[in-house]
């Protein structure tokens, strides 16, 4: 039942029906063309989640299955801060359009293709790059990612699988960071799986919110533990009202918000142009600041 | 993979000329130019040195980082000063990779680095940084005002960028370039005065064979007088335990090969020695009882109820007072007239050429056969002694057998490089076994006696001064259990060192050849 709900998912482009009062009952799919609904029957209990609570590297996902959201600008910049904050880091370009690895000047090429990084072991160790920052390193992206879930489905434990080769990394890093693609997918579950901490972007538009909203119920219909999920504001423009009341909206329900909001900044559009994270080229910066405060917090919850 | 590889520049080096046609074979981008420094430690005796590891002090850090690569730290830790003694570390991982190995031993400063580091980062087509390069111009201050100015270029390869390192590599080698085999402290020994593993606690005494007994045992006697003088500051300084007992180890070394070895030396001057390297080794006997009760407080802590515990804090505080005095007097000693004379003399007659004396009859034997011959007659006095030792036999027996013991194994010592290393090494290791034992139960023995004449001490003063006797009281007796499970060992060890094996071993390697046993006893050796 599972598998075959992860391949319906995988060709579905996900919107969510939100209904405030509980997180309601089903999630409404939209066809890129027609319109069709599904309801999960009740799926099989999840994993415990962690790949090892004891092993002291932690897994930090920025994670939204809507796209344009900010994840690999809050995934870059948190990791260029994670590594000048003196921990070794590795941030995984998950996503198969290598965004992340782009903005490092890395060629989005992992030459053992998703198969080779589902394997793990030395395919995974030979892949990873050197950032131009210390202590910083990147396992690129690869165009084959797209098919993580086709290749996922043909192994044992398809779930558990990337926090179990993230897992040989363990010894090596003190955070590793997860840049994930935007989708719900089988391999968004092993993200789910593999991840200590969940960091969810969200435009304060209705959408936006609305497709949060979806996440969480995800997680409730298949036993995440949601706790792992914490939310924050991005693109944010406090000018618009929109923006303003949607904020209060999410804080009134959702206890795990952070209190750093990254603003709608050109200098964040800029990283492109740069390709470089915005604390290294624009220190000084608003945008660079926002992302500071954001590393401190999301810091601040892992060591407590 | 990230390690990093120092280079030797060529001694024609042209800085300008290098760059240049690096620039015209990579894209290069400059770095700011960054200073940097760095104060390098060890033990006295090279303790890190010889485990092939760098402890350094940079910015409030204290690192310890592989000998050839003070940039890949296995471990750090914060602390303003570094301090003396690995116990004072803060708690962490650096102490306890630390503690084990240094021990005891003080961290002396050994030299300070100051740098001028001028990177280049190596681009590839997409301005991503593939290299690091690095010229790093260090000068190099010890103690004294001594200075030494060495430059070397550092290439940092990138994870991922393998290949680069290697086109990299070539580049460096065909401008002469070469990767640099020394360490740091090699490098700084003009200024430190001292090269790496100058000093060892381990005897290392290079003979022949066929070389005559005489000039033999004077080297072997000048490498311990070096021993001796080169322990005389960190005694006087009182830096740490350890320099009094190497000292200790070498006067007692001394005697013993002036009692071991003889004929080799006229008895005039063998006597008057060994008169004065007796009085040598009484000087400090109270001092290094003294360091050996202080250095084991916290177990002696541990050996209490905790009731007790504090109850012997009076005892440690009287045992600190003790040794500060007799710290003293040592100081003193070593720079009294007696002392100053002993070893000017001695150092005299080390370095006077061999004279033919009727009283030294053995002074020309082959030093092969005299040290084969007393090697062996010592490892039977050893087997006999220890074949007499039963349940029922005195402590004092045990005592004695361990006094053979440590005849065998300094002549072990001083003449291992005429035998296989790895035979003696074996034999060595076995009899350590043994005398670890006996030492053991010896050390036990001394220190209930020493405590019990303790408690008169405390027990005429009121309060707490009962507390101390009790806790002392309880240490006898915790000492008393040890000191019969160390001798309940005892048959079983020395059933090992007395087996066939270790046996046939000994004659094959000491036995004098057959016939030699038959003549008459030759020259009373």
């Known amino acids: 039942m599972l598998r075959r709900t992860a391949k319906v998912f995988e060709t579905f482009e996900v919107y969510g029906g939100w209904q405030p009062s509980c997180y309601g009952m089903f999630i409404e799919q939209k066809h890129i063309c027609n319109t069709t609904l599904i309801i999960l029957a009740s799926p099989p209990r999840a994993g415990t989640g962690r790949v090892d609570k004891e092993e002291p590297v932690k897994i930090i996902a920025v994670y939204h299955f809507k796209g344009g959201v900010g994840k690999t600008a809050t995934a870059v910049n948190l990791a260029y801060l994670a590594a000048q904050s ?112 969940l960091l969810v972007p969200i435009i304060p538009t209705t959408l936006a919110v609305r497709s949060f909203a979806q996440l969480l119920l995800f997680f409730k219909k298949k036993r995440y ?80 | 993979m990230t390690q990093m590889t120092r280079y030797n520049l060529p001694d024609a080096f042209d800085k300008a000329d290098f760059l240049k046609q690096l620039a015209e074979s990579y894209p290069l981008q400059r770095e700011r130019e960054v200073r940097d420094q760095a104060v390098f430690y060890d033990t006295f005796d090279w303790r890190l040195y010889e485990k ?64 001028r580091l001028r990177t280049l980062r190596v681009l590839d087509e997409a301005q991503k940084t593939v290299a690091y390069l690095a010229l790093e111009t260090a000068l190099l201050s010890g103690a004294g005002n001594k200075r030494h100015s060495h430059t070397v270029l550092w290439l940092r390869p990138l994870r991922g960028y393998e290949a680069q390192a290697e086109s990299l590599h070539n580049f460096l080698s065909e401008s002469g370039c070469r990767p640099a085999g020394e360490s740091w402290p090699e490098i700084a020994a003009p200024v430190t005065e001292r090269a790496p593993g100058d000093y060892s606690t381990k005897l290392r005494v290079p003979l022949e064979a066929q070389q005559p007994s005489g000039e033999a045992a004077k080297t072997i006697l000048r490498v311990l007088l070096s021993a001796m003088r080169a322990n005389e500051e960190g005694i006087r300084k009182d830096i740490d335990t350890e320099f009094l007992h190497d000292f200790r180890v070498a006067v007692r070394r001394t005697r013993s090969a002036l009692g071991q070895l003889k004929g080799v030396f006229p008895v005039a001057e063998t006597q008057r020695f060994r008169k004065d390297f007796s009085y040598l080794g009484k000087l400090s006997n109270r001092l290094r009882d003294l360091d050996v009760y202080l250095l084991h407080e916290k177990e002696y802590q541990n050996l209490l109820p905790e009731a007790l515990r504090g109850g012997i804090d009076p005892l440690f505080d009287y045992l600190r007072v003790e040794r ?95 035998y296989p290393e790895q035979e003696i090494q074996r034999l060595v290791k076995q009899l350590k076994g043994l005398q670890d034992n006996l030492g053991r139960f010896q050390d036990l023995f001394v220190q209930q006696g020493t405590l019990l004449s303790w408690v008169e001490r405390f027990s005429a003063a009121a309060g707490e001064g009962e507390k101390t006797v009790i806790a002392i009281g309880s240490l006898v007796g915790s000492l008393e259990a040890e000191k019969r499970q160390v001798r309940s060992a005892f048959p079983g060890i020395f059933a090992k060192f007395a087996s066939g094996g270790n046996k046939k071993l000994f004659k094959k390697l000491f036995a004098p050849p057959e016939p030699a046993v038959a003549a008459p006893d030759r020259k009373g050796f």
């Not at chain 1, 921990?87 to 293709?113: H, M, N, W």
């Not at chain 1, 009341?245 to 964040?268: C, D, G, N, Q, W």
Request: glycine share 6%; charged share 30%; aromatic share 8%.
């Open chain 2, 324 to 418: 500060r005095k007799e710290q003293r007097k040592m100081a003193r000693a070593l720079r009294s007239p007696r002392y100053l004379q002993i070893l000017q003399d001695w150092e005299a007659f080390l370095n006077a050429p061999a004279e033919n004396s009727p009283s030294a009859p053995n002074a020309g034997v082959p030093t092969g056969e005299l040290a084969g011959a007393r090697i062996y007659k010592r490892f039977r006095a050893v087997l006999k002694a220890g074949r007499g030792i039963s349940g029922a036999s005195p402590d004092s027996e045990l005592h004695a057998l361990r006094l053979e013991c440590k005849k065998l194994r300094y002549l072990l010592e001083f003449f291992s490089s005429l």
């Open chain 1, 225 to 304: 533990d949601h706790k792992k999920i914490f939310a924050f504001y991005s693109m944010v423009e406090s000018r618009k009202l929109l923006h303003r009341e949607s904020m209060a909206f999410v804080e009134s329900r959702f206890k795990r918000v952070l209190h750093t909001r990254i603003p709608y900044a050109a200098e964040i559009e800029r990283m492109g142009m740069h390709r470089q994270p915005v604390p290294a080229f624009s220190p000084n910066s608003p945008a660079a600041a926002a992302y500071r405060s954001l590393w401190e917090e999301v810091e601040k919850i892992i060591k407590t």
């Open chain 1, 86 to 197: 003196g921990a070794r880091t590795l941030i995984c370009d998950l996503d198969p359009q290598g965004s992340a690895s782009f903005y490092f000047r890395v060629k989005a090429e992992f030459v053992a293709g998703a198969k080779g990084l589902l394997k793990g072991g030395g395919n995974l160790e030979k892949s990873l790059k050197g950032t131009d920052y210390q202590r910083l390193d990147l396992l690129p992206a690869d165009f084959s990612f797209r098919n993580l879930d086709r290749k996922l489905d043909g192994l044992d434990s398809p779930k558990t699988r990337l926090g179990k080769v993230l897992g040989s990394l363990r010894d090596e890093y003190e955070y590793i960071i997860l840049d994930c693609p935007p989708n719900i997918t089988i391999a968004a579950e092993n993200v789910f799986h593999a991840a200590d901490f």
């Open chain 2, 52 to 115: 092939g590891l760098l402890l350094l002090h940079q910015d409030e850090t204290l690192a310890l980082a592989p000998l050839k690569d003070e940039h890949l730290p296995l471990c750090v830790c914060t602390v303003a000063e570094t301090p003396l003694f690995a116990e004072d570390l803060p708690e962490g991982e650096l102490r306890n990779r630390l503690t084990p190995i240094i021990e005891m031993r003080a961290l002396l400063k050994l030299f300070e680095k100051r740098s």
